[in-house]
T-cell receptor
């Protein structure tokens, strides 16, 4: 199993450009989420999904869109890139067990620079 | 509001012990602990559900005080491989699995 796969690993964008960060998991997990991590800080939740067709906003959703058409894929779209969106983006998946929630499995991250 | 971790950084010699604390102002359902090495993704260590249980993983264990909304991560007889940044993630319920992460504790273990 590949786990959680993110592409690309690195990306440089110009201000105003749009792009999609890809995330795919092969573990049939219900929950998927996107986090951003800024230097020296913890992870902040952007958007999350509890299943195909269901998404919701996290702590810092502005400037980002998501969709979940399949269980496997959860792409993150930057609508109009801004320098403030320079960050490392992590996608994660998990499923809710009967005893509580499992820990997340994180992808390897996408390092995004907006110039 | 994100949980508060302390200390922000700690330097150990191999074989020494360390405690990392995580405190929330909200009533918690669960606390998760992760370790992240530089340039890599966070790796899941353990999860503690409300009920005050303590868990262990090799020489790393954790406790959760539900009344105080505090969790502590205990690293015993530290090894060089323990170096990294430790994050706690907190959840207020089990519906949605949204975690709020603390700012991290940077741990460096020296020979």
């Amino acid at each position: 199993n590949a786990g959680v796969t993110q592409t690309p690993k690195f990306q440089v964008l110009k201000t105003g450009q749009s792009m999609t960060l890809q995330c795919a998991q092969d573990m049939n997990h219900e929950y998927m989420s996107w986090y951003r991590q800024d230097p020296g800080m913890g992870l902040r939740l952007i958007h999350y999904s509890v299943g195909a067709g269901i998404t919701d906003q996290g702590e810092v959703p502005n400037g980002y869109n998501v969709s979940r058409s399949t269980t496997e894929d959860f792409p993150l779209r930057l609508l109009s890139a801004a320098p403030s969106q320079t960050s490392v983006y992590f996608c994660a998946s998990s499923y809710l067990s009967s005893t509580g929630s499992y820990g997340y499995t994180f992808g390897s991250g996408t390092r995004l620079t907006v110039v | 509001q994100q949980p508060v971790q302390s200390p922000q950084a700690v330097i150990l010699r191999e074989g020494e012990d360390a405690v990392i604390n995580c405190s929330s102002s909200k009533a918690l359902y669960s606390v998760h602990w992760y370790r992240q090495k530089h340039g890599e993704a966070p790796v899941f260590l353990m999860i503690l559900l409300k009920g005050g249980e303590q868990k262990g993983h090799d020489k790393i264990s954790a406790s959760f005080n539900e009344k105080k909304q505090q969790s502590s991560l205990y690293l015993t007889a530290s090894q060089l491989s323990y170096s990294g940044t430790y994050f706690c993630g907190t959840a207020v319920n089990n519906a949605g699995n949204m975690l709020t992460f603390g700012g991290g504790t940077r741990l460096m273990v020296k020979p």
